[in-house]
């Protein structure tokens, strides 16, 4: 007695799935559709837009640009300098260090009308908002004291931290070194959380000093320093790194 033969069983090239051993058909997955990239303008604008968000966060994290608003800052600074100021020493709770440079947020009626230069038109406010374009309506002085420190300027025209007398290489030739309007002499305790601020061209910086009659009394609160002056970039010749110097080195506690 013979087998019957098995059926015979095909598939054409075109039909869907595939045939299982027992002459069953199996449905083969559908294909995902491939991604289509996108179009160059559409790529041009994702990119651009990226751009934007990482130059805001460097602005506002990393660093930003600045002008330097009048001469209080010569020999170091003059004029319409452009400067950098990094943040990131002041992270965590950091705080201004005495011989910081730092630049920090008006406290109220430092700035003259002249002095609060900002961006003139669509372009350079757009500019100046994602940090490519170097912000006014701030101020560049120097830390002399911070919270708890004890500064004195004597009429001999010495200039005191907790007993140090200070001596400062940088300050513009032949300027007085603390003696400010009237050479009037001071003797100041800095509240904690504030720091004590001076220009390095002394008779030509209306900073602390002048400021020890307003409702601060000439202190700046920590939380308006926007950061530490890290390098000058313009003009090109000039351009250099911002050091502390040596002169804050070794002033004891108050």
């Known amino acids: 007695m013979t087998e019957p033969m098995p059926e015979d069983v095909s598939v054409s090239a075109s039909s869907a799935g595939s045939v299982t051993r027992g002459g069953h058909r199996r449905a083969e997955k559908p294909q995902k559709p491939k991604k289509q990239p996108l179009p160059v303008w559409q790529e041009s604008l994702l990119l651009l837009a990226i751009a934007l968000v990482l130059a805001i966060g460097i602005k506002y994290f990393f660093v930003q640009a600045f002008y330097i608003p009048s001469p209080s800052m010569e020999p170091e600074f003059i004029k319409n300098d452009r400067i950098l100021v990094q943040k990131v020493s002041y992270w ?33 406010k757009t500019l100046e908002t994602i940090g490519l374009y170097p912000s006014g309506g701030h101020l560049v002085k120097r830390v002399i004291g911070i919270g708890g420190d004890r500064v004195v300027c004597d009429s001999k025209d010495e200039l005191k931290v907790n007993g140090k007398v200070l001596v400062e290489p940088y300050l513009k030739k032949n300027a007085h070194h ?27 910086s209306y900073d602390s000093r002048g400021h020890m009659g307003d409702p601060g009394g000439g202190y700046v609160p920590d939380d308006l320093v926007v950061g530490k002056v890290w390098a000058l970039i313009w003009p090109w010749k000039r351009a250099e790194r911002i050091h502390t110097p040596a002169t804050f080195k070794d002033i004891p506690n108050s």
Not at 111 to 116: A, I, R, V
Not at 180 to 203: A, E, K, L, Y
């Open 92 to 124: 965590g709770g950091g705080s201004p260090k005495r011989g910081d440079i730092v630049v920090f947020k008006d406290p109220g009626g430092w700035l003259s009308t002249g002095e609060n230069k900002t961006a003139s038109n669509p372009i350079t």
């Open 178 to 204: 603390c003696l400010g309007i009237n050479d009037s002499t001071f003797d100041i305790r800095v509240p904690q959380g504030h720091i004590w601020v001076m220009g390095d061209n002394r008779d030509d």
